[in-house]
């Protein structure tokens, strides 16, 4: 994080996790679709030497009163299921969830406004998008604004839509964002094969 000593990540996180809670519903320990679609999160989180943040043992749940933010951790089924090789409860909570399967690649800040005056400081990340969710999500490029207080994201803006079809396939996949010395941004394309430059309105 720029004018910090705090380094940050995307994490693009794990496929098909088995349902994790004997909870008399059948589903524990099978892969269930529904539930898939939304575990684990992916994560935008500052990370600490030393730090513990689940993986593989332990997951983040977004199902929680914080939502998105600060989840708590539950077991993984395969790696997990007894509690005997990681104390969920113990290990670091990521800082900020993303919806599972958007697939974070590329992670870049801002600190000086270069988008909107609105956004002192920020993070661009892009999202290569999913591949076996029930329905598509992911592939754009999103803005996480930043509380300069806090040193925390406060929440997630759309920024660069639209490389959806509406039949929902696709016609390109963002791999990474870079600011653009002269104002805006570029978005990197391994699907279309393209680097795209964003940039910022300028009124007359």
């Not at 207080?149 to 803006?157: D, K, L, S």
């Not at 870079?178 to 394309?189: E, K, M, T, V, W």
Request: hydrophobic share 35%.
């Amino acid at each position: 994080m720029p004018g910090t000593d705090t380094l940050w990540v995307a994490v693009n996180n794990r496929d098909n996790v088995p349902y994790p809670f004997d909870d008399g519903t059948g589903r524990y320990g099978k892969v269930v679709p529904e539930y898939v679609d939304n575990h684990p999160p992916e994560a935008l989180t500052s990370v600490r030497a030393g730090g513990h943040y689940g993986w593989p043992f332990c997951n983040s749940n977004p199902d929680s009163p914080g939502g998105l933010k600060h989840m708590p951790l539950d077991r993984d089924y395969d790696m997990n299921r007894d509690g005997s090789r990681a104390d969920c409860a113990s290990l670091d909570k990521t800082d900020q969830g993303i919806q599972a399967h958007s697939a974070p690649l590329g992670l870049t800040f801002f600190d000086n406004a270069e988008l909107t005056p609105a956004w002192k400081r920020g993070a661009l990340v892009a999202y290569h998008g999913s591949w076996n969710r029930t329905e598509r999500t992911g592939y754009k490029v999103t803005v996480f604004p930043w509380d300069l207080a806090t040193n925390q994201p406060t929440g997630e803006v759309d920024l660069v839509t639209g490389f959806k079809n509406p039949d929902l396939s696709v016609w390109g996949r963002p791999v990474d964002v870079a600011l653009n010395p002269r104002g805006g941004f570029f978005i990197s394309d391994d699907f279309a094969g393209a680097i795209y430059l964003v940039e910022p309105l300028r009124l007359p």
